[in-house]
């Protein structure tokens, strides 16, 4: 049911993976939405729990150690994906995810993939000066639409005191992809809450 699809999973191989190829794959694309979740919790009250990954881009919850993976899944890397809802189904592996990359980190700053996509993308934070910390990214991305999309589109999960969110049909999204080519004109429809009045910086 609605909330309770979220699956652990995680590398299972001696090497790291693409996480292209992972959402991409046949099966993966029709039992997952394509989101992944890197639960990224510190003792820090102040930032949400998870940082999110989709094709569109990567969204941080702020903490110090964490970096981008650039489309990188590290050995033993564990992560959340959703279920798409069209009943049970599984998760596969196979060799043909497997990447020689030996940054010997779980998040890095480069990486190469096999696939190429065209991603301009604008990242917002919404900060107080306690420290309080949301992410959110809107991308014109290719294969996106104005939509939900698919390994595009990543859910907003996050368990923070304030949240800024881009809204697709008035659900609220930490990626949104967009449809290329870029529209000067073009409105995204955003959401900010927090859990306490204050002044807060975008």
């Known amino acids: 049911g609605l909330g309770n699809r979220f699956n652990l999973v995680g590398n299972p191989y001696p090497s790291p993976i693409d996480a292209v190829a992972f959402v991409s794959n046949s099966n993966n694309n029709t039992t997952t939405t394509g989101t992944l979740y890197f639960w990224r919790k510190t003792n820090n009250a102040l930032s949400p729990s998870y940082c999110i990954w989709t094709l569109g881009g990567f969204v941080s919850n702020g903490e110090a150690q964490v970096f981008d993976p650039n489309d990188v899944i590290q050995t033993g890397q564990g992560f959340f994906v959703e279920g798409s809802g069209n009943g049970s189904g599984t998760v596969n592996f196979d060799n043909t995810m497997r ?104």
Do not use: C
């Open 99 to 202: 990447i020689d990359d030996h940054a010997n980190q779980f998040f890095r700053t480069t990486a190469t993939t096999t696939t190429t996509l065209e991603r301009n993308r604008i990242w917002l934070n919404a900060t107080n000066a306690a420290g309080l910390f949301s992410q959110a990214m809107v991308g014109y991305i290719t294969n996106a639409t104005q939509g939900i999309d698919a390994a595009i589109d990543g859910k907003y999960i996050n368990d923070g005191a304030i949240a800024l969110t881009s809204l697709i049909n008035d659900v609220p999204y930490a990626i949104q992809g967009r449809a290329l080519p870029f529209d000067s004109s073009d409105v995204v429809p955003m959401s900010f809450k927090a859990t306490t009045a204050g002044t807060y910086t975008i």
